[in-house]
C-alpha cells in the first residue's frame, strides 16, 4: 500500500483539561493579541493545521484566522458533551478486518467461486474483527465503545429489535432478521466509528464506497447493453444475486446516496484530473439512476440535487442554480421516454405497467394500521410480511420500523437518521470562508446531501436495517471526530502549546 494511504494514530478530540490561560494567553485565544513580539507565522494545510514558517495559504493573508479556527467554539463544547474521546493507538488489526468484511458484503466472493460456503465467508471476518477490536478498545479506552449521540441511539434501537423478538407474531423469524439485519448493521456502525479515526482511514472508506458504486454501475450498464433487464423485463441491477443489491430498488439507494459524496471528493480534490475521475463516477452513477427507473431514487435525485446548490451556492445561488438548471435540461433530453412515463405514474397510477404504486398505497396503509394496533412493541422485527397480502415488505423504511417495533421504535430510528445534520451543518459553516483550502467543507456537505436522499429514498424502500444508513452516520461521526482534532490541534499549535502527534496527511495528496 503507498505511504500516502498508510493510517496514523491521532490525538484525543476532546483534550485534557489545562490549566487556567494566563491573562495574556487569555487575550491571544479570545481577544486582541498582546503587545510584545508575534508569533511565528504559521500556514495551514486542508485540515488547517499549523506549520512554523511562511505565509498562511488561507484567504485574509498572513496569520488569518476563519471563522471555526483555533480552538473549540463554545458552541461544539456544548454539542460534543460527553462525548468524550481517548487517545488511543492501534485498531490496525480491526480496521483491516472491518475492510474484509465490507468487500465480502459487496462483492461476495462466494457468487465467482462456488466451493466458498456462503454461510461462512462473511461470518468469518465480522469474527476475526470483533476478536480483533475488543481486546483493542478495552485496553485503549477501557469501554467497548465511545458514545456520541449516534451511538446511544443505534444501541437503544438495537434494544428496541431485541425486545420485539419475544413478543413477535413470529419469535423465529424476528430473531432471524434480529440476527442477520439488525445486529449486523449496528455492530458494524459502531466498529467504524471506533476504528476508523484518521483521515487516511476515513478516506480508504469513501473511496471503497465509490469504486463498490463505479463496479456496480458498470455492471448495470453491461446488463443493459446486452438486455439482460431481470427487473420487471427493462430494469436494471448491479447484480442478479448480490445480496444488499439484488433489488432494483436497494441499488438505486446505493447509487443516490454515494452520488453526493462523489461530487463532494471532486469538488475539493486538487489537480483538474482527480476532478475530472470524480465528475466520470457522479456521471456513470447518474446514468445508472436513471436505468433503475427508480421512482423513489428519482425523487431523492431532486431533493439532494437541489439541496445540494442551496448549500454550495450561498455567493452565487443564481450561478448555481443555472448550472443546475443547464444539467436538469440535460437530463430531460437524454433520459428514456419510459423513465418519465414511469416517473408519471407518481401522481397518475393508471400509468404504472404493474400495478406497483396502487400496491405499495395499500401496503402502507396495511403498515400504518399495524402500527397503531400495536403501537408499543409493534408485531416484531421481520414480521410484517407475515400479516401483510401476499407477504410483501412496507416497502417504507419510517413504517417498517413503526409496525415491527412500535411507535418508541420508530422515533429512535429517525432520530439516529437525523442526528448527524446538525455537528454538519456547523462544520459547513466554520469551514465555509476556508472552503477553497480546506476538504471539511465540501465533505460535510456532501454527507449531508446523502443522508437527505437517503431519507427521501428510504420512503420507498424496506432498508432500515440495511447498512446505507449506518454507513452515512458513521462517516459523518468519523468527520467530526477529525475535525474536532485538527480545530484542536491548530488551536495549541497557535497559542505555542506543545507539538500535536495528530495525523499529517492531507486529503488528495496522491
Same mark, same amino acid.
Given at each position: ?124 471476518? /465480522? $469474527?476475526?474483527? @470483533? !476478536? ?9 479506552? =477501557? *469501554? &467497548?465503545? +465511545? ?63 465509490? /469504486? $463498490?458504486?463505479? @463496479? !456496480? ?9 446486452? =438486455? *439482460? &433487464?431481470? +427487473? ?68 431523492? !435525485? ?83 410480511? !407475515? ?124
Amino acid at each position: 500500500m503507498p505511504d500516502r494511504l498508510q493510517t496514523f494514530d491521532y490525538e484525543p478530540v476532546v483534550g485534557l483539561p489545562r490549566p487556567p490561560l494566563e491573562e495574556e494567553e487569555r487575550a491571544d485565544a479570545f481577544g486582541p493579541e498582546p503587545a510584545g513580539d508575534p508569533e511565528p507565522e504559521r500556514t495551514g494545510d486542508d485540515f488547517g493545521r499549523t506549520r512554523p514558517g511562511g505565509v498562511s495559504s488561507r484567504p485574509g493573508g498572513v496569520n488569518s484566522r476563519p471563522r471555526g479556527t483555533g480552538k473549540l467554539s463554545a458552541k461544539w463544547s456544548r454539542l460534543l458533551h460527553g462525548e468524550r474521546w481517548g487517545a488511543p493507538r492501534g485498531h490496525a488489526a480491526s480496521f483491516a478486518g472491518l475492510l474484509a468484511f465490507i468487500l465480502v458484503l459487496y462483492f461476495r466472493p462466494q457468487d465467482y467461486f462456488p466451493w466458498l460456503q456462503s454461510a461462512y465467508i462473511a461470518f468469518v471476518p /465480522a $469474527v476475526l474483527t @470483533l !476478536l480483533a477490536y475488543l481486546p483493542s478498545q478495552l485496553a485503549a479506552e =477501557g *469501554t &467497548l465503545t +465511545a458514545r456520541p449521540r449516534e451511538v446511544n441511539l443505534a444501541l437503544l434501537l438495537m434494544l428496541s429489535a431485541l425486545i420485539s423478538v419475544p413478543l413477535a407474531v413470529s419469535p423465529s423469524v424476528a430473531f432471524s432478521a434480529f440476527w442477520e439485519n439488525c445486529l449486523k448493521s449496528v455492530l458494524t456502525f459502531v466498529i467504524i466509528v471506533n476504528v476508523v479515526r484518521t483521515e487516511g482511514r476515513l478516506r480508504v472508506m469513501l473511496y471503497l464506497a465509490v /469504486a $463498490v458504486t463505479v @463496479l !456496480l454501475c458498470l455492471f448495470a450498464i453491461n446488463d443493459y447493453r446486452n =438486455g *439482460t &433487464l431481470v +427487473a420487471e423485463g427493462y430494469r436494471v441491477v448491479g447484480r442478479s444475486s448480490a445480496g444488499m443489491f439484488e433489488n432494483t430498488n436497494d441499488l438505486a439507494v446505493q447509487l443516490v446516496t454515494v452520488l453526493p459524496i462523489m461530487v463532494a471528493l471532486g469538488l475539493g480534490g486538487r489537480g483538474l484530473l482527480r476532478k475530472l475521475v470524480f465528475g466520470a463516477c457522479a456521471a456513470l452513477t447518474l446514468v445508472v439512476i436513471v436505468l433503475t427507473f427508480s421512482r423513489g431514487a428519482s425523487l431523492a !435525485l431532486l431533493a439532494s440535487g437541489v439541496f445540494m446548490a442551496w448549500k454550495l451556492g450561498r455567493r452565487s445561488r443564481l450561478t448555481v442554480f443555472a448550472a443546475l438548471g443547464l444539467v436538469a435540461v440535460l437530463f430531460m433530453a437524454l433520459a428514456p421516454g419510459e423513465y418519465w412515463e414511469r416517473l408519471a405514474s407518481i401522481v397518475n397510477p393508471s400509468l404504472d405497467r404493474l400495478g406497483s404504486a396502487q400496491a405499495r398505497s395499500g401496503l402502507l396503509a396495511h403498515a400504518l394500521i399495524s402500527a397503531v394496533a400495536n403501537p408499543v412493541f409493534g408485531l416484531g422485527i421481520g414480521n410484517f410480511p !407475515l400479516v401483510s397480502e401476499r407477504g410483501l415488505v412496507t416497502h417504507n423504511a419510517y413504517m417498517q420500523v413503526a409496525a415491527e417495533m412500535g411507535f418508541a421504535g420508530a422515533v429512535i430510528y429517525a432520530m439516529f437518521v437525523v442526528a448527524p445534520l446538525r455537528r454538519l451543518r456547523l462544520i459547513e459553516e466554520e469551514t465555509f470562508e476556508e472552503r477553497r483550502a480546506s476538504r471539511f467543507y465540501h465533505l460535510s456537505v456532501g454527507l449531508q446531501t446523502s443522508i437527505v436522499a437517503y431519507m427521501v429514498s428510504s420512503f420507498f424502500v424496506s432498508v432500515a436495517f440495511y447498512l446505507y444508513i449506518y454507513f452515512l452516520v458513521g462517516y459523518a461521526v468519523c468527520l467530526r471526530r477529525i475535525y474536532c482534532d485538527a480545530t484542536e490541534t491548530r488551536g495549541e499549535n497557535s497559542s505555542g502549546g506543545r507539538a500535536s502527534n495528530a495525523p499529517t496527511e492531507v486529503w488528495g495528496d496522491d
